[in-house]
């Protein structure tokens, strides 16, 4: 016998593997086709199995066998313990096929492999169990999976076969939906899958294999998904009640959750808190939110900024230690690193903060710069950040809403010069006097688009950051109506929002909607500026009791040395005034002349309380109040009452009007109101180039107001630019503006230049579209006097004059006076006008008026009786015209006038000619209409526009001094009446009462 030591040995775990393969190919399934693997390349694979069930070749798996003379069984028998290495367990895991891990006990009959039990495991199922952080595994194989000759493996085999196909499916439908990825990516995102999958709780399992019938997937209704989308549903649209009931039923649920829905319900919890105005609970929620393992970035910044925020809300001057919060921002997430930049600059640290915002790419890291250089009040810098952000910014989601509204605040600072985007000092609503206007119209139009991305998403918390200077570049503007709506609704979703409610109650008040300004008031806590509003919004609406009770309640909180105690108790003691609180007034009364700084608001209440109880003393009150406004030095808070008590239409107040106007303007822009107050004083001033002034710079803020383009073209008119003036208002005659000084400015330049026809059409067509009786009366006045300056005999005056009496009020002097002397005027002209009107119904409508308004300055009856001398006749005509026109001596003197200028003696300007020189004219229109009909000695009826002594001047020499020729034409503003002394088509005289002041402007 040959020497062993000589011979090939073989070592025990060789014997072993003999035998189990043995073993494995006596008891193995009838219907598998084995093939042997082994060689030195296998890598942990012994058998390729082919499965022929029923004499087909069915599916492919492989199979690794371990055999063991010493096998591992725990102590109740369950399952055998078998260690495999980790590299090879990673191996397996990477393999796409499935791997089965048999077993060979040959415990049982070593030297029978046959005899030998074979147990089996599918390796890809254990390995969910396992860990893979130390260099071996140890997987477990069930006593109870004994393979055998009948063993029938097939449907398990084809289970696992169709999970591995899953990720083939994908990665074909992904191919066809998403052309754009490589296969690469396609591969990365596929991968990513599982891991997001896990995250998620079973209801999301239920629905992504549920057959699609929406274009997304929705939660199955009743599940904890579907709950936190609805509560997330009501809580974008304010509904706290109906979003608390939803999480009141996932609470329910929460035992079953995977850690992101715990995470989702805390931070939803968080957001409902938030909308009720609970920062604290919120702030807690947020912190449940955010310590739930491995909870999103976004829920744990949302931890941070509400920490942030009622930190800096609990330690106002102080500094505030966020150690904690940069603790909590860990991860590298861009999110999370865009917040630990803001929790920096929040500390002040803004190099670092910079330093962290530039160490990374994309939305968020221009997110944190535009906050950081926001806070820095680098305002330059926020807007161009904001541009690049704005360019890759889509939604809201990432970032859009933020850099609109950063660009808003930057601009709106850099419009009105203010040194901060933080607006503690108190700007008047109309805008500081030296505003950038055009800086603020783009402030406007970023608020707007900031705006509509917050109403969409359904009026977040941030939407209070844009709230001030929303309100205050709509006011300054004249857009508050505009705005309304929107505010309005924000701040019903919003109750809770300090600064939303201020901007609701500043632009209601502007809209003069004082019961909206009183809830937005009362949603408010208590500070001086909004007891003083709350106050004056109770006198306004004339809840007196209640504006007194208030004011008594909160004296002991009031700050006396502010302005806004004087607003509060001026106005308390006018609503103490009404209901005979005598105490009360003259106590608060007292206080407020006691000091100095309170005395305007003294001096007007004495000036209301006159009024309101003899409005014959107004003129006295008022003559009063000039003279306290001037020894007080002029303070804003008189000025602001006295510009709305001053009647404009009067040289010497319309000299007030503008002197106040201009104390004004020094500590503030003029608002709308005042804009037109003082337009209508410096018209009356015939201040012609300041009035263009003030209206080419009010237009700038209020582009949309139709009287402001009026005053603008009557005073381009009257200096001599009655082209542009004409194509202004063509304009507005074209957007079916029917404002009556637009329309007469208007129709005297077209009448003057000889388009009476043009001015026909354009009143017809006001008269289609008006709305209003005043505006149809204007309308049908205007064509009468038209079309009866055309031609009198046009039977259409008649039409015009009965469709103005039908409408008028025979109640009304001025309404009923001018229908009649319409009806005298066209009866002169025509006589078969008669024939369509009812004479006796006319007396009688005479009659009435002429008992009525016996001494009216439109139409008067007087009666002379037969036997009357002529001087009795002359003096009951003296007694109507108011003036003696057959006196001798005026006679004289206008004949000798018009003779003079018949001969070019002297030079009279125009408009002045009719009634004062040519008795026998008696408009303007009626003056030019006779003048082109006039022969070339006739020249008191025409516009010369040279002397006698011109001389022809060669067109050479011309052209070397003059580019154009402007003529200058003096004329009136004004159609006139011929039959009545009433200058104005429809104004009626108005009340000079003032009305009860409203300080909150």
């Known amino acids: 016998m040959s020497d062993p030591v000589k011979l090939p040995q073989v070592n025990e775990s060789q014997r072993i593997g003999r035998l189990a393969e043995k073993s494995f190919g006596a008891n193995m399934p009838n219907d598998w086709a084995s093939t042997n693997l082994g060689g030195t390349e296998d890598f942990g694979f012994d058998f390729q199995i082919q499965d022929l069930r029923e004499g087909y070749a069915r599916n492919i798996f492989r199979v690794q066998l371990k055999g063991t003379l010493h096998p591992s069984i725990n102590t109740t028998g369950e399952f055998y313990s078998i260690e495999l290495s980790t590299s090879t367990v990673n191996y397996y895991r990477q393999t796409s096929e499935p791997v089965l891990l048999v077993l060979a006990d040959l415990t049982v009959a070593p030297d029978v492999p046959k005899n030998c039990l074979l147990y089996y495991v599918w390796i890809h199922e254990e390995l969910r169990r396992v860990s893979l952080d130390k260099d071996s595994v140890t997987l477990r194989i069930p006593v109870a999976n004994q393979l055998t000759n009948s063993s029938n493996l097939s449907g398990e085999v084809e289970r696992i076969l169709k999970l591995g196909r899953v990720g083939q499916a994908l990665d074909v439908s992904m191919e066809a939906r998403r052309p754009d990825l490589s296969d690469d990516d396609r591969a990365t995102m596929i991968g990513n899958i599982p891991a997001n999958f896990a995250e998620r709780g079973g209801g999301f399992f239920d629905v992504m294999a549920e057959n699609p019938e929406e274009s997304w997937p929705s ?230 688009a900031a705006v509509k991305e917050f109403q969409r998403v359904g009026w977040p918390p941030n939407i209070d950051y844009l709230a001030d200077i929303w309100s205050a570049s709509s006011i300054i503007l004249g857009k508050q109506k505009e705005a309304l709506p929107l505010i309005r609704s924000a701040g019903n979703a919003r109750p809770h929002l300090a600064n939303l409610q201020k901007a609701l109650e500043l632009i209601a008040t502007h809209c003069g909607d004082l019961k909206l300004a009183l809830e937005a008031n009362m949603r408010l806590p208590f500070e001086d500026l909004v007891a003083s509003h709350r106050v004056t919004f109770l006198h306004n609406l004339k809840r007196d009791d209640e504006c007194v009770e208030f004011f008594e309640q909160s004296l002991p909180r009031l700050n006396i040395d502010l302005p806004s105690f004087g607003e509060a108790a001026a106005m308390a003691s006018l609503s103490a005034h009404r209901i005979v609180r005598t105490s009360q007034q003259d106590q608060w009364l007292s206080t407020l002349n006691t000091h100095t700084h309170l005395k305007p608001y003294a001096a007007l209440v004495e000036y209301f309380v006159t009024v309101e109880d003899n409005g014959l003393a107004s003129d006295a009150a008022a003559a009063k109040l000039w003279k306290s406004y001037k020894e007080l030095g002029q303070p804003i808070a008189i000025a602001q009452q006295l510009i709305g008590i001053l009647d404009p239409s009067t040289p010497t107040e319309a000299q007030k009007c503008k002197e106040v106007a201009n104390r004004l303007t020094s500590a503030s822009l003029l608002n709308l109101r005042v804009s037109l107050l003082l337009a209508q004083a410096l018209a009356n001033l015939r201040e012609w180039q300041a009035l263009l002034d003030l209206c080419a710079d009010a237009q700038r803020r209020f582009s949309e107001n139709s009287r402001l383009a009026a ?18 208002l063509k304009t507005l005659m074209a957007q079916g503006v029917s404002d009556p000084l637009a329309v007469n400015t208007y129709i005297n330049i077209v009448v003057r230049c000889g388009f009476g026809q043009e001015a026909i059409t354009t009143v017809s067509s006001i008269l289609s579209t008006a709305d209003t009786k005043d505006k149809k009366l204007d309308s049908l006045r205007l064509l009468f006097n038209l079309v009866h300056m055309a031609d009198p005999s046009d039977a259409r005056v008649f039409d015009f004059a009965l469709r103005y009496g039908e409408l008028c009020d025979q109640a009304d002097e001025i309404e009923e006076g001018m229908f009649l002397s319409m009806i005298l005027r066209a009866r002169l002209s025509m006589a078969a006008a008669s024939e369509k009107i009812d004479n006796g119904k006319l007396n009688t409508r005479f009659d009435a008026f002429f008992a009525k308004f016996p001494e009216s300055k439109i139409i008067r009856k007087s009666e002379v009786s037969e036997n009357a001398s002529s001087e009795e006749i002359m003096q009951t005509i003296k007694r109507i015209v108011g003036h003696d026109m057959f006196d001798q001596e005026r006679i004289n003197h206008q004949t000798k006038l018009a003779r003079e200028l018949q001969r070019g003696e002297m030079p009279f300007p125009y408009a002045w000619r009719a009634r004062h020189i040519l008795m026998n004219v008696g408009d303007l229109p009626l003056l030019w209409e006779i003048g082109k009909h006039s022969k070339h000695g006739e020249r008191q009826y025409q516009l010369v526009m040279a002397s006698h002594e011109w001389q022809a001047v060669p067109l050479l020499d011309m052209q070397k001094k003059f580019r154009c020729w402007t003529s200058l034409l003096f004329s009136s503003p004004m159609i006139w009446d011929s039959s009545s002394s009433c200058s104005k088509f429809s104004q009626k005289s108005r009340s000079h009462k003032p009305q009860s002041p409203n300080w909150p402007n």
């Open 219 to 448: 939660p199955r209704a009743g599940t904890m998904p579907w709950h936190f989308r609805d509560a997330d549903h009501h809580l974008k649209d304010g509904d706290a009640v109906s979003a608390a009931a939803n999480l009141d039923e996932a609470e329910t649920l929460l035992q079953s959750a995977v850690p992101l829905e715990r995470s989702d319900y805390w931070h939803l919890r968080g957001r409902l808190y938030q909308l009720l105005g609970d920062e604290t609970a919120s702030r807690d929620a947020y912190a449940e939110s955010a310590s739930v393992p491995n909870s999103p970035p976004k829920n744990i910044a949302s931890w941070a900024e509400s920490e942030i925020r009622l930190l800096y809300r609990e330690n106002v001057d102080g500094a505030v230690d966020l150690s904690h919060v940069l603790a909590k921002l860990t991860d590298t997430s861009p999110m999370t690193l865009g917040m630990r930049a803001r929790v920096l600059a929040a500390e002040g640290k803004f190099t670092e903060a910079l330093e962290c915002a530039n160490s990374f790419d994309g939305v968020e890291s221009l997110m944190a710069k535009a906050i950081i250089y926001c806070m820095q009040s680098d305002f330059e810098q926020t807007l161009d950040v904001c541009a690049q952000g704005l360019a890759q910014s889509t939604s809201i989601k990432n970032g859009k809403q933020l850099f609109l509204m950063l660009r808003a605040r930057s601009r709106f600072s850099l419009a009105l010069k203010l040194t901060s985007s933080d607006y503690d000092v108190h700007l008047p609503p109309s805008g500081p006097a030296k505003t950038d206007i055009d800086l603020l119209v783009q402030v406007w139009d970023d608020v707007q």
């Open 711 to 728: 005053y603008r073209a009557l005073a381009l008119e009257k200096l001599g630019h009655t082209s542009e003036a004409l194509g202004a």
